[in-house]
C-alpha cells in the first residue's frame, strides 16, 4: 500500500496560522469552518437547484475525464438540470456535470458565496462547479495553471487523494499533459516500480468542509456519495502565475499538436517517456 498520511482538519486558522502551517509550506489542510460566511453553504440544496434551475439544460459526461483532458471527451448528451439531480439523488451513476459554468446562467447565485480572506490572490472570474454521482472518480491529476485550490464540499462526501508535485515523475506523469494512469488505491509495483518511493495524503472531505489543495499537487477523487463542490482558486505568486501559463501553452500546443500528427502513437510515445522518466532514477 502507498504510504498514505491524514490531512490536518482545523476550525482555528486565520491569515498568519494558514501562510504559517500550510500555505508556505504547500501543505494541504482541511478546513471545518471557512464556509460558514456563505448563504449557499445551506441553502444550496438539491431541491433548491430542483426548484430554482431544474429546467436549464446541463451537459453531463462519462466519468474517467478530467476537465483538463485531452480534447476527445465530448459531452454524452444535454439534459435538464433537475433529471440529473435526481439521477445523483437515485444512487450511483458515473454522469458527471462539470466545464458548465451555472453563474453564467445563474449570475445572482454569486451572492451565496465570496472569496475567503484567508490569502491573497484569489480569482474573481466565475468558478466552476462539480457535480458527480456515488461510485464515480477523477482521473489523477493537477491543476494546468499551477494555481491552490479551496475545493468546498456542498453536498456529499469525496475521497481525495493528493500527491506531491516532486512525485509527478515517479506516477509516471505523461509528459505534456497533467494526467498520470496509475491506480493509488492499488498500486502494481511490478509495472510501476517507482511507485514504491511515493507518499501522500488521503482525506475524507464531508459537507461544509473546504480542502484546501496547494498548487501543483495531483488529485484522485472519488465520490463517496452523489454531490457537489465548488472549487475557487488562488494564486499569490507572479512567477507562479507566469509558470501556469507557460505550462498551459506547453501542454496544449505540443501535446495537441503531436496527437494529430501521430494518433494513438503518440499515446504509447507518452507511455513510454513517463516509464523511462520514472525509472530514470530508480535505476540510476
Ligand atoms: O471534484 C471534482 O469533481 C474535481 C475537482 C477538481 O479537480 C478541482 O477542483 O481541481
Ligand atoms: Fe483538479
Given at each position: 500500500m502507498l504510504d498514505l498520511r491524514p490531512v490536518e482538519k482545523r476550525s482555528d486558522l486565520n491569515r498568519a496560522s494558514f501562510a504559517d502551517e500550510y500555505l508556505n509550506d504547500l501543505k494541504p489542510v482541511v478546513f471545518?469552518?471557512?464556509?460558514?460566511?456563505?448563504?449557499?453553504?445551506?441553502?444550496?440544496t438539491i431541491d433548491f437547484f430542483k426548484e430554482q434551475y431544474g429546467q436549464l439544460m446541463v451537459p453531463v459526461y462519462q466519468t474517467n475525464v478530467t476537465h483538463f483532458g485531452d480534447g476527445y471527451m465530448e459531452p454524452a448528451k444535454k439534459i435538464p438540470f433537475k433529471d440529473y439531480l435526481e439521477l445523483l439523488e437515485a444512487g450511483p451513476t458515473n454522469l458527471r456535470m462539470f466545464l458548465f459554468n451555472i453563474f453564467r446562467h445563474a449570475?445572482?447565485?454569486?451572492?451565496d458565496f465570496s472569496n475567503f480572506d484567508i490569502m491573497d490572490g484569489f480569482y474573481n472570474s466565475f468558478p466552476y462547479m462539480f457535480f458527480g454521482g456515488e461510485g464515480s472518480t477523477v482521473t489523477l491529476h493537477y491543476d494546468v495553471d499551477l494555481s491552490h485550490v479551496f475545493l468546498n464540499q456542498l453536498h456529499g462526501r469525496k475521497r481525495v487523494i493528493l500527491i506531491p508535485p516532486q512525485f509527478s515523475k515517479a506516477i509516471y506523469q505523461h509528459p505534456f499533459t497533467v494526467a498520470s494512469y496509475v491506480d493509488l488505491d492499488n498500486p502494481d509495483y511490478d509495472k510501476f516500480p517507482a511507485l514504491k518511493n511515493v507518499w501522500g495524503y488521503q482525506c475524507v472531505v464531508n459537507p461544509g468542509e473546504t480542502l484546501f489543495m496547494p498548487s501543483g499537487h495531483w488529485h484522485f477523487i472519488e465520490y463517496m456519495d452523489g454531490g457537489y463542490s465548488i472549487s475557487l482558486r488562488a494564486n499569490d505568486s507572479y512567477v507562479r502565475r507566469i509558470k501556469g501559463v507557460v505550462n498551459i501553452a506547453r501542454h496544449y500546443v505540443v501535446d495537441k499538436g503531436m496527437n494529430k500528427l501521430m494518433g494513438e502513437k503518440w499515446l504509447e510515445t507518452k507511455k513510454r517517456i513517463a516509464k523511462r522518466r520514472a525509472e530514470e532514477q530508480l535505476f540510476a
Open positions: 471545518t469552518n471557512l464556509m460558514d460566511s456563505w448563504p449557499g453553504k445551506n441553502k444550496w449570475p445572482e447565485l454569486c451572492n
